[in-house]
Nanobody, 123 residues
Framework: QVQLVESGGGLGQAGGSLRLSCVVS????????MGWFRQAPGKEREFVAA????????SYADSVKGRFTISRDNAKKTMYLQMNSLKPEDTAAYYC????????????????WGQGTQVTVSS
């Protein structure tokens, strides 16, 4: 019943910026943490960033720390990933995810997923 839909992906320039959005629809029944994951061809899905329900605490993968910012607006039921200083290695399909409880690094601990949005960064 809960659905997540990503948007904002596309082609970015190295050193440039993109902002991804993830809108939550359907019925939710409690506080849920959310996260962003990405998967490049031939690679495992990897953690990018996660945020708690209140938006006051966030975690980042070392590869994106200092460049990406995760945020959420619960009134709009939307999570964001501001991606600055893009690098070609950021190229991947980006997925938003949600879980009841605490934020997590592990994809297997999330039970709601979007279908992904492709981010391609050119040099």
């Amino acid at each position: 019943q809960v659905q997540l839909v990503e948007s904002g992906g596309g082609l970015g320039q190295a050193g440039g910026s993109l902002r991804l959005s993830c809108v939550v629809s359907g019925r939710t029944f409690g506080n849920y943490a959310m996260g962003w994951f990405r998967q490049a061809p031939g690679k495992e899905r990897e953690f990018v960033a996660a945020i708690n329900w209140s938006g006051g605490s966030a975690s980042y993968a070392d590869s994106v720390k200092g460049r990406f910012t995760i945020s959420r607006d619960n009134a709009k039921k939307t999570m964001y990933l501001q991606m600055n200083s893009l690098k070609p290695e950021d190229t991947a399909a980006y997925y938003c995810a949600a879980r009841y409880g605490l934020r997590s690094y592990f994809p297997r601990e999330y039970n709601y997923w979007g279908q992904g949005t492709q981010v391609t960064v050119s040099s």
